[in-house]
T-cell receptor, first 113, second 113 residues
Framework: NAGVTQTPKFQVLKTGQSMTLQCAQD?????MSWYRQDPGMGLRLIHY???????DQGEVPNGYNVSRSTTEDFPLRLLSAAPSQTSVYFC????????????FGSGTRLTVV | DQQVKQNSPSLSVQEGRISILNCDYT??????FLWYKKYPAEGPTFLIS?????DKNEDGRFTVFLNKSAKHLSLHIVPSQPGDSAVYFC????????????FGQGTRLTINP
């Protein structure tokens, strides 16, 4: 049981480039989310999904795009990378949010130069 | 507007003693509170949660206390072990919006031999 798998683990981008961070879960969870972690700021919600075909914005959605065509996959797209998007990105999934909590992937460390 | 706050960036405790991590929140609509543990280069791992209808929840060495009137929760670890050294995040979500976790900034716990 792999849980939540994120690829790549590390990525360096040039300003203006685009890329997709991949996230897949094999637990048949309906809820999936993307967070970014910056020093001293905890984890902040970027986008989330409560099921295939349903996505919504979190606290810091600007510059990111998501889609959810299957239950398993929830990719995060950076449209035009900026140095402010240098961060560690975590994907997470949950059977129902709230008390159940979320299972997190191991993260993608992104540097934009 | 920081809805979940962990005011202590770090805490150092002797092995075998009690570790107490604190968390304050401002949003009275929060219904669920969770603690996560994070090791370097890994994703956060769910530790323990509590719903707003309870004031205490125990799981082995870990106990979470909730004081709704003070909008305060704490995580007690007894006895503390070297493997407990990690960053601990407090998180909260509302029943309406259970898919959105709001995290505190984290507290780095160091257990000294």
């Amino acid at each position: 049981n792999a849980g939540v798998t994120q690829t790549p683990k590390f990525q360096v981008l040039k300003t203006g480039q685009s890329m997709t961070l991949q996230c897949a879960q094999d637990m048949n969870h309906e809820y999936m989310s993307w967070y970014r972690q910056d020093p001293g700021m905890g984890l902040r919600l970027i986008h989330y999904s409560v099921g295939a075909g349903i996505t919504d914005q979190g606290e810091v959605p600007n510059g990111y795009n998501v889609s959810r065509s299957t239950t398993e996959d929830f990719p995060l797209r950076l449209l035009s990378a900026a140095p402010s998007q240098t961060s560690v990105y975590f994907c997470a999934s949950s059977p129902g949010g709230g008390y159940y909590g979320y299972t997190f992937g191991s993260g993608t460390r992104l540097t934009v130069v | 507007d920081q809805q979940v706050k962990q005011n202590s960036p770090s805490l150092s405790v002797q092995e075998g003693r009690i570790s107490i991590l604190n968390c304050d929140y401002t949003n009275s609509m929060f219904d669920y509170f969770l603690w996560y543990k994070k090791y370097p280069a890994e994703g956060p791992t769910f530790l323990i949660s509590i719903s707003s209808i309870k004031d205490k929840n125990e799981d082995g060495r870990f106990t979470v206390f909730l004081n709704k009137s003070a909008k305060h929760l704490s995580l007690h670890i007894v006895p503390s072990q070297p493997g407990d050294s990690a960053v601990y995040f407090c998180a909260a979500s509302a029943l309406q919006g259970a898919q959105k976790l709001v995290f505190g900034q984290g507290t780095r716990l160091t257990i000294n031999p």
